[in-house]
């Protein structure tokens, strides 16, 4: 247990004494909680710029812009094509574009649509812009739902009122319609109330027949006798069929005076009292009628004064009823699907479909490219500053620079093969990648120098392999780590995003996305290719001044150690002296 | 092949090859070297020495320009422009005539002894004709011909050693700067190197060494700078830097039972100015040594005795050293 203890506290001090050691220990910690402390201490929004085209910079499209804004989206406003936007989303300049429509206001049953325009090979971008920028869209349309659904109850609620106010007016019609009915069952009950009935007494006729009969008879016989007497040349028994006609209507004629002039039954004026009798019950009902009559001509006309009220009420009622229906089909959205959704998001992509190899190679590749160079140059340097012969170099009439450019040399031939295989097994993959493979290579070259430099630096800085390694690997995941490969660059706070917009991972693997999923030139990506051969130059600049104060070092140490080998010389072999 | 010690002192000219003048070295606030001046001359074999941390290895990396002067200047007569040259400010002019070899072997063991040979010289600028055959030289003298398709860090340490010189010779410098040579190697080996050393300098090479073998200093190097707390203490030919410290008698040691009476008898007729009686070993101080050691030993024939040993070396580096140290 003690001898555990012993050793354990050994390895510790070996651990302190060496500096760089201790630094990493210590020091790596603290920088990574630092930079990961720094980097997402943030409850800001996404740093997401959003590129808006509209036909039409309408008040809705600037209300929903200055909401972005105010949701700390970066807005760029494109005036002249949508392809202009689109255009920008290859070059990062944008993270989408939104494709508006000149407004809001949903007019039919048909939505709104709103189209996201979206880099597929930002795999961990795509899902983040659509959520976040879409949460925008969903409270417009959630806004705007509202509104739809405020009008249709706004007009709902008018048709209330409306009809409420008329339901008065048609009690008013119902109460006049009931008293019209009153009015006319009253009528109707006095109408019905007329006697109609005529006496139903059998009055004996014939006698005016028999009268009549022996009238005519009698006219007949007269008009006989007028023809006999006529031909007065008669003879007897002319003169007693005259006679005996004569007679004949004379007794009739007697008939008809006593029926004339007779009171008994059967009698004509007995006859003519029943019919005096009959003509005055007759008269008293017609009296009795009229009476009705009247009264109900009075009743039915103030039942249609009643009517012509109501029909004006009616009237009235009709044409609030068609206000209210004209209010009600003034609602022009119907269809319950776009009242609750009347913003339509459509999600294009911006470049043609591939596969996650597609989205995923450009970083890839700089991620191979990255931690090679990277571990390549630290390792080169390292080997030849622990290599024996590295005092003999100061030596040799060489300048700085040639120890330098070799050392990239070397790494950079490593990394060309490297870059040969990648690139070569990758066309198997990738079809697409033939025709950019100049251009690509020749950003990987680029990105593969600055990475060697930024390697041999490492290498020139630490003392121990084993430091240098460590510190360059740190140095790779640090790298990786903000260049948005994790973790998108847009969720880390503003200012350090600003700081990695200048990782060199970001703008190697950027150009490379451009070039193989845009199809970009070199040309249009000539910026970020200055600035990576810059950086390149700028690394080795530090490289020389790093090395030349090396040099001094290197002096100090180098006399420090002879010093110290000397000394223990000096001991083993004091017997000599 | 016999290897022979012979003093160099013949093959030095008097023509200065680097001049330290009034140089001065501060490290911080630390002065490592002060007021230094010493001439090493073409053809010299010259040696440093010095406690640890005396300024040997500065004064050496001053030699090969590794470090410049505080104060003062290190100067190369180039014959090419006929007149001296600061070394620091033409240095990398002047680099090719100077070979460095470290106190640690300083080559690269993954490439073998040719390789190391052809990466070195190749650097220097030497065309490649020559140094093909400089390389061939250099690997006879050096006995490494064999070796030749070796890797170096398969090598004994007395080759590799032997590898690390030739690569300090392999561009034919016409100085050789040497850090230790024999430092961690055994007495066999020291003796190798020092002859390969000395076989180099007959070529004409200026050989500058700094060493803590004082006896391999003072029979290879005709020259010597002892360095002591940052100073040039005594500088010059060995024999001159001697001559400060020369010894004022000799000893006599006699077997015991051998007549001491008849010894001491006879020295006090010779002019001897004082005897110190050890026992067996007699310390004797003469006005006129000549006389007083042909008398003595006159007289041990005639009488027959048998003198067990004497002494009467000049003092060697190592004593003046240690007496300069303990002062």
Known sequence: MQSLW????????????????????????????????????????????????????????????????????????YTSTLEECIEDIKVSAIHTCISLPESFMVEGNTPKEVTFYIDPSRINLVWMIQETVKNEFNLKSQEISQSLAQDVLTKLSDAKIQIGERRNEAGAIKEKSSSAASSVSSAQSSLQSIDVTAPESSYDLTILNTTSVDIREA????????????????????????????????????????????????????????????????????????????????????????????????????????????????????????????????????????????????????????????????????????SPAFLRNF??????????????????????VQIIIILGISLFFLEDLLPVLPAIALVLFIAASIFTFLGMAIGYLFTSEETGVLASISMGSLLLFI??????????????REVTSFNPFVIAEKLIRELFIFQSSLLDVGVELLILVGYAVALFIIILIIESLLHQHLVHKFMKIHHKANLQREQRNKGEW | ????????????????????????????????????????????????????????????????????????????HSKVTQGPENLNANLPKLKKF?????????????????????????????????????????????????????????????????????????????????????ADLDPLLQKEI?????????QGVTVVLASHHLDSIEHVCNKVAIVHKGRIRNYGLIDEVKKPFLKDYFTINLRPGDSKDKVLAVLKTLPVKRIVDEGNRLVIYPNDTQKTVNGLLNFIKQESLYLHDMDMRKPSLNEIFERIASE
Request: hydrophobic share 45%.
């Open chain 1, 6 to 77: 012993l050793l354990t506290k050994k390895n510790i001090k070996l651990l302190l004494r060496a500096k760089s050691s201790a630094l990493i220990v210590f020091l790596a910690p603290l920088l990574t909680i630092l930079i990961l402390g720094l980097s997402y201490s943030t409850s800001s929004q996404y740093g997401i710029n959003v590129g808006i085209y509209a036909p039409a910079y309408t008040d809705d499209v600037n209300a929903f812009m200055e909401s972005l804004q105010q949701q700390d989206f970066k807005v760029v406003k």
């Open chain 1, 219 to 386: 006219l007949d016989s007269i008009i006989a006798a007028v023809g006999t007497v006529e031909d007065a040349n008669m003879s007897d028994s002319d003169k007693s069929n005259i006679i005996f006609s004569l007679e004949g209507a004379q007794e009739k004629l007697d008939g008809v005076l006593i029926a004339v002039n007779g009171t008994g039954a059967g009698t004509l004026p007995a006859l003519l009292l029943a019919l005096q009798n009959d003509v005055d019950v007759a008269k008293a009902k017609l009296t009795a009628a009229g009476e009705a009559i009247s009264s109900s001509s009075s009743t039915i006309s103030s039942a249609g004064t009643t009517l012509q009220e109501m029909v004006t009420a009616l009237d009235a009622l009709q044409t609030s009823l068609s206000s209210v229906q004209a209010n009600l089909e003034s609602q022009r959205v119907t269809d319950p699907a776009t009242l609750t959704n009347p913003l339509v998001t459509r999600v294009e992509k911006v470049s043609k479909e591939g596969t996650f190899l597609n989205y995923t190679f450009p970083t890839l590749l700089v991620l191979v490219i990255m931690f090679t160079s990277l571990l390549l140059g630290t390792i080169l340097v390292m080997m030849e500053k622990n």
């Open chain 1, 395 to 416: 030596f040799l009439p060489l300048k700085k620079t040639t120890f330098i450019i070799s050392t990239y040399l070397t790494n950079l031939l490593f990394i060309i």
């Open chain 1, 483 to 496: 260049s948005g490969v994790v973790l998108p660059i847009e969720t880390i706070s503003p200012w350090l």
């Open chain 2, 1 to 76: 092949m016999r290897k022979t010690f012979i003093k160099r002192e013949s093959l030095a000219s008097s023509v200065g090859l680097i001049e330290l003048k009034g140089v001065t070295k501060e490290f911080g606030k630390r002065k490592v070297l002060e007021d230094v001046n010493i001439i090493i001359e073409e053809g010299d074999i010259f040696g440093v020495i010095g406690e640890s941390g005396s300024g040997k290895t500065t004064l050496l990396n001053l030699v090969t320009g590794f470090i410049e002067p505080s104060e003062g200047e290190t100067l190369y």
């Open chain 2, 98 to 182: 100077i070979g460095f070899a470290p106190q640690h072997n300083s080559f690269y063991p993954k490439l073998t002894v040719k390789e190391n040979l052809l990466h070195f010289g190749q650097l220097y600028g030497v065309k490649r004709e020559v140094l093909i055959n400089n390389i061939k030289n250099l690997l006879q003298i050096m006995s490494l011909y064999d070796e030749r398709d070796k890797l170096a860090e398969h090598l004994s340490g007395g080759m590799q050693k032997r590898l690390d010189i030739s690569c300090s010779l392999v561009h034919k410098p016409k100085l050789l700067v040497l850090d230790e040579p024999t």
């Open chain 2, 194 to 202: 020092l002859w390969l050393l000395q076989e180099v300098n007959k």
